[in-house]
Nanobody, 118 residues
Framework: VQLQAFGGGLVQAGGSLRLSCAAS????????MAWFRRAPGKEREFVAS????????GYADSVKGRFTISRDNAKNTLYLQMNSLEPEDTAVYYC????????????WGQGTLVTVSS
């Protein structure tokens, strides 16, 4: 499985950004895909997840109502639409994948930096 995240950049507080993650290497119908982030000086944290088949989603409380995770089955691409961005959202964002029954995420993209200025 290969994951490649892109779409990060510099945005002002209150602005929006969409991250993409191109997935390849196998069929993902029995996978859960997710976004994580690591802010400077902090541990990596979960942001959002989506079940590739069926589309069930989950979000961290800190991003609920502001971020939306989605996927395009035809393009094998995962997205994270981020609205109402705050300086606290500044982090390197990673996409990840795991088989539904797995405990941990086995596959990781390289990360894309999001910087939110105040």
């Amino acid at each position: 499985v290969q994951l490649q995240a892109f779409g990060g950049g510099l945005v002002q507080a209150g602005g929006s950004l969409r991250l993409s993650c191109a997935a390849s290497g196998r069929t993902f119908s029995n996978y859960i895909m997710a976004w994580f982030r690591r802010a400077p000086g902090k541990e990596r944290e979960f942001v959002a997840s989506i079940r590739w088949s069926g589309g069930g989603t989950g979000y961290a409380d800190s991003v609920k109502g502001r971020f939306t995770i989605s996927r395009d089955n035809a393009k094998n691409t995962l997205y994270l639409q981020m609205n109402s961005l705050e300086p606290e959202d500044t982090a390197v964002y990673y996409c990840a994948a795991k088989v539904i029954i797995a405990v941990a995420y086995d596959y990781w993209g390289q990360g894309t930096l999001v910087t939110v200025s105040s």
